[in-house]
Structure formats: structure tokens, C-alpha cells
């Protein structure tokens, strides 16, 4: 079992960036494949973007590809989501995966 724990959310500008962390402890990541998702009040919990740790293969959902970037830290233990271009459509909390394990979230917020 692998703990997950997610920083960086905050309160942004539309058309801001910020940069998501999932550190990871007790169980290697870096051959396994890490997602991202989010979940809105009152909506489903949607994928984003994962990463394969060992062929660092990337993939994303098309409504966030081309503004936001999942990578992993060359030890293997932080996957990071660099999110551009933020729109208030973005507001949610955001979270990683491995496998069945999630860590509790980072909440991101989008307005002027």
C-alpha cells in the first residue's frame, strides 16, 4: 500500500498556473502508473492525466490536454500536475492515484 499526499492548490486568477505535487511513501511509484482526477461539488470524480513510471509514458483527457502536464520527479517518488491557462471550470479538488489507493486531496480554486 502506498500513501499519497497532494499540495500546491490554492486560490488563482483565471488564466493563472499552478503546480500540483503527489508525494508518495511506503511504496515505490516509479514503475507504476500514477493518475491524476478531479471532483467538483455535485459531480463526478473525472480522470485528467497519468503517467507510466517506468516508460514515463504520459496520457491525458482531451479537456485538460495542451494545458496541463503530469511528469515525475527523476527519483520517482512525486508525480506533479503543471496546470496553465486555469479556468473557472478547473474549481475542484484534485487527486492522485496509484492502483486503489488515494491520497485526500488538494483543493484548487479558479475566480477573480
Known amino acids: 500500500q502506498v500513501q499519497l499526499v497532494e499540495s500546491g492548490g490554492a486560490l488563482v486568477q483565471p488564466g493563472g498556473s499552478l503546480r500540483l505535487s503527489c508525494a508518495a511513501s511506503?511504496?515505490?511509484?516509479?514503475?507504476?502508473?500514477t493518475s491524476w482526477h478531479r471532483q467538483a461539488p455535485g459531480q463526478e470524480r473525472e480522470f485528467l492525466a497519468g503517467?507510466?513510471?517506468?516508460?514515463?509514458?504520459?496520457n491525458y483527457a482531451g479537456s485538460v490536454k495542451g494545458r496541463f502536464t503530469i511528469s515525475m520527479d527523476s527519483a520517482g517518488n512525486t508525480v506533479y500536475l503543471q496546470m496553465n491557462s486555469l479556468k473557472p471550470e478547473d474549481t475542484a479538488a484534485y487527486y492522485c492515484?496509484?492502483?486503489?489507493?488515494w491520497g485526500q486531496g488538494t483543493q484548487v480554486t479558479v475566480s477573480s
Open positions: 492515484r496509484v492502483g486503489n489507493d
Open positions: 503517467i507510466n513510471g517506468y516508460s514515463r509514458f504520459t
Open positions: 511506503g511504496s515505490k511509484i516509479s514503475d507504476s502508473y
